[in-house]
């Protein structure tokens, strides 16, 4: 099988075109994304045709769950679509999980060098997200963690986020924290969880641990998250950098309520895997 290794500030993917999802999806990507016994990655993407789009991304974890969505993903696969001539628009429809976004692609000497998604609206219904309790929006709610309590506002990209503001990042035992978090009886379908620490009013430094992935260096559905909840809670403007340890991104809350994200995407080599 033919693949494409493929990042977003560090974020890693294997790219596979394929007509279908094989039936064994969830065990070719616990061994694809193997660091030690694979190619090692975040996770597994499929390119796919669809019937309402251009393309549908479908994405794996490490662990072999599904994810609705992922914005480092989504760019990765917006900028190999238009580079392998699947598709030469400069405006992208993609499927996904969390139903048909819209990549648009910034170009220079024919290559794809910035891509800015439009996410849709954020999902604020704590149903939705999910995550267990009442009715109504969950920001600056407690959450109960083994002996501690975390304040946590809970968003949806079409996959669940938690954000938890903090002074200094880098002091989070995120490998202890993110596991407990994401399994937290709280939240039925588990969570991303975010760890932020405000810089300015247009600026934020953040951590995130990756449901089925464990700590990565970026989430651009984590990156929206984090964005959207700080505006929430009164923390910055509308439109920050989000700083994450491989690199920045863009997000803009815009007055139609659509959260647009910004970055790039890259290419790192092609393979073969062994059938």
């Known amino acids: 099988m033919r693949f494409i290794k493929m990042h977003g500030l560090g974020n890693d993917f294997v790219v596979v075109v394929e007509s279908k999802v094989s039936p064994d999806a969830a065990d070719f990507a616990r061994r694809v994304c193997d660091r030690h016994f694979g190619v090692g990655a975040d996770g597994?993407?499929?390119i796919l045709p669809s019937d309402t789009a251009d393309l549908r991304m479908r994405v794996f974890n490490p662990d072999g769950s599904e994810a609705e969505m992922c914005g480092n993903a989504?760019?990765?696969?917006?900028?190999?679509?238009y580079e392998s001539g699947m598709s030469k628009r400069e405006q992208l429809r993609v499927e996904t999980g969390a139903g048909v976004l819209i990549p648009r692609l910034e170009i220079e000497d024919g290559k794809v060098i910035q891509i800015e998604v439009d996410m849709g609206e954020p999902i604020f219904e704590r149903g939705l997200i999910p995550i267990a309790g009442p009715p109504g929006r969950v920001v600056a709610e407690p959450l109960a963690v083994d002996d501690g309590?975390?304040?946590?506002?809970?968003?949806s990209f079409g996959n669940p986020h938690c954000v938890i503001f903090v002074p200094?990042?880098?002091a989070v035992k995120l490998d202890v924290t993110g596991p407990k978090i994401e399994r937290n009886p709280a939240f039925?379908?588990?969570?991303?969880?975010?760890?932020?620490q405000v810089l300015e009013r247009?600026?934020?430094?953040?951590?995130?641990?990756?449901?089925?992935?464990g700590e990565t260096l970026a989430c651009g559905t984590g990156a929206c998250a984090t964005a959207v909840a700080?505006?929430?809670?009164?923390?910055?403007?509308?439109k920050v950098t989000v700083s994450?340890?491989?690199?920045?991104?863009?997000?803009?809350?815009?007055?139609?309520?659509?959260v647009y994200m910004t970055g790039p995407a890259a290419e790192v080599f092609r393979g073969d895997w062994p059938s």
């Open 44 to 46: 597994l993407v499929y």
């Open 74 to 81: 989504i760019r990765c696969v917006a900028k190999y679509a």
């Open 149 to 155: 309590m975390f304040e946590i506002t809970a968003v």
């Open 168 to 170: 200094d990042v880098s």
């Open 188 to 196: 039925p379908k588990r969570t991303n969880v975010e760890f932020v």
């Open 202 to 213: 247009d600026a934020l430094r953040v951590r995130v641990w990756e449901r089925g992935a």
């Open 230 to 238: 700080s505006f929430l809670n009164g923390l910055t403007d509308r």
């Open 244 to 258: 994450l340890p491989g690199g920045d991104i863009l997000v803009t809350w815009a007055d139609d309520n659509h």
